[in-house]
């Protein structure tokens, strides 16, 4: 379908009163157990890592251990086809593993609560793996929860129902951005004066507060199982579908690691140039992934899969997409997805570490961006699905891409002010308003391309391909930073922001035109 979503004109009194429909409300819980785990890996271990002072260079490549997000595609379609053991038959197929995910969640999020990561090498390591497995298990309760969002409500709540999520997923964030930089500062650790105990009881405390999402797992109903395109399979068929997918994931981490020192040392043979360095680390990830792929395929080939269960696992879902737009609309959706937010993720990664070097406390960052920010992101993200509730995604969209890219610019006016907090206040209002009315618009259109066939694939598809690229360049965030500043890094990711306009210009001529 090819028409805008909601394009049907609602009052404001319905568009209001939409808001109180259980399921979006329900989505206000869900987004917040989704937004508890990503600055447990981004700001705030940030902040951990410098304290017990690890360089900056390593504290930003920290962020890759997020980039389960951005592959979670890979393992979603097992999402939607394997049924769990004893819970999918009482909790249902979305429920189950929502919990399962939550679970891990709790149990990576303790793990990494009990190793300082300053004893050394081999307790970084052990704090990598944690965090990685943090980032696997969150991306997973994100696939389950977008499917959820998308199946449980009609198209003209999906409006409503990503702004709940984008309020439930900041207010999540306040939690584990302020309320970790809080609770740390006030149990004794500073950046000056470090303490591991603070920062242990501190994520200790934030896998408390995940049982939030486990309760709200147990109360929300199941949706209505879409079962038109599915088949029955017996158990060995699915058991056999994971042991492909954990070949294949063996294949890229033994790929990756085995292959590491090579592509290390073509970066120091140019002289750890930060240009050179980032697409050696590109072409490293290519590489794993193809491995992984082809060992997949040959397994496949090889017979050790149902052949009719892979095509309907991992290639149904993606021929559908381009079956329903054409290959070239098709091509440019999925290159808007993956540039839509470069311009906000990139300098997220070292926003931190920004306002600690311009000499801003740990209070004052939690005060400002962690909570203030959060709120005024909020009221964006209900604004911008309210519009596109009321005027449309399209237009939505394209006002949210002008103001991600522009409000960069602030942060150069605060990086050439120093520690300045009347500035410091707008940077942050400024930015967090055009984020949360951004990431509405961005989620309700990334809802309307999905086929109620594939949700869970696709939309983790979407999702996935959304953080690829700017996660990857926010891991040399530091790197780009020590080289040029930062009043120059914001201008980067203010110009590389201004493609994106184009792209949604052009999407939405195609999508209106079929």
């Known amino acids: 379908m090819r028409l805008e979503p909601n394009s049907e004109r609602q009052s404001w009194g319905d568009s209001f009163r939409s808001v109180l429909n259980p399921r979006v409300l329900a989505m206000l819980f869900l987004g917040f157990s989704a937004g508890i ?18 360089e900056r260079k390593t504290v930003t490549f920290f962020s890759w251990a997020a980039l389960g997000y951005s592959f979670k595609f890979i393992w979603a379609p097992l999402i939607d086809k394997l ?27 303790t793990l990494m609560g009990g190793i300082d990561p300053a004893r050394g090498e081999t307790a970084l390591t052990m704090m990598a793996l944690a965090a990685v497995l943090l980032g696997f298990s ?34 999540g964030m306040v939690v584990s951005g302020a309320g970790a930089l809080y609770l740390a500062a006030w149990l004794g650790s500073e950046k000056t004066h470090y303490d591991y105990q603070a920062w242990q009881l501190t994520y200790f405390g934030m896998a408390a507060v995940m049982l939030i999402g486990v309760t709200t797992t147990l109360l929300i109903p199941e949706p209505v199982r879409n079962t038109a395109r599915e088949h029955s399979y017996k158990t060995l068929d699915y058991l056999r ?40 680390e590109l072409v490293h990830f290519s590489l794993a992934i193809l491995v992984a792929v082809f060992i997949g395929w040959l397994l496949i080939q090889a017979g050790l899969v149902n052949n009719l269960m892979a095509r309907e696992t991992w290639i149904e879902p993606i021929a559908d997409f381009f079956m329903r737009y054409g290959v070239k609309t098709a091509l440019l959706i999925l290159l808007l997805i993956g540039l839509y937010r470069i311009s906000d993720i990139v300098p997220g990664v070292i926003s931190n570490l920004f306002y600690q070097d311009l000499g801003f406390s740990k209070p004052e960052i939690a005060t400002a961006v962690k909570t203030f920010g959060v709120i005024v992101s909020i009221a964006g993200g209900f604004l911008g699905g309210l519009i596109a509730t009321r005027y449309g995604v399209y237009r939505t969209l394209m006002i949210g891409a002008v103001l991600t890219a522009f409000t960069n610019l602030v942060f150069v006016w605060l990086a050439l002010a120093g520690h300045d907090i009347p500035v410091m206040y707008t940077a942050v209002t400024i930015d967090n ?4 009315f951004a990431s509405a618009a961005f989620v309700a259109f990334l809802s309307s391309l999905t086929s109620i066939s594939f949700t869970a694939v696709q939309y983790a598809i979407f999702s996935s391909l959304m953080t690829l690229l700017p996660k990857t360049i ?6 780009i930073v020590d080289n040029i500043g930062y009043p120059w890094f ?23 035109a079929g």
């Open 37 to 54: 785990p990503l600055l447990l890996i981004f700001s705030s271990l940030s902040l951990w890592l410098n304290e017990a002072g690890i």
């Open 83 to 109: 049924p769990l053991p004893i819970l999918t038959r009482h909790m249902g197929r979305r429920r189950s593993w929502l919990l399962v995910a939550q679970l891990l969640i709790i149990l990576a999020i």
């Open 138 to 171: 969150a991306a997973t309760q994100d696939i389950v929860i977008d499917a959820y969002r998308i199946e449980s409500a009609r198209p003209r709540y999906q409006g409503l129902m990503a702004a709940a999520y984008v309020a439930g997923y900041r207010i």
């Open 241 to 280: 579908l994971v042991f492909v997918f954990l070949c294949a994931v063996g294949a890229f981490i033994a790929t990756f690691f085995y292959t590491e020192t090579l592509f290390d040392s073509i970066t120091e043979l140019f002289g750890n140039d930060a240009t050179i360095g980032f697409i050696s």
């Open 433 to 436: 308003l055009a984020a949360g």
């Open 474 to 479: 926010g891991g040399y965030s530091g790197t």
């Open 490 to 512: 914001f201008i980067f990711v203010t110009l590389i922001g201004i493609p994106v306009l184009w792209l949604v210009w052009k999407v939405t001529r195609e999508l209106e």
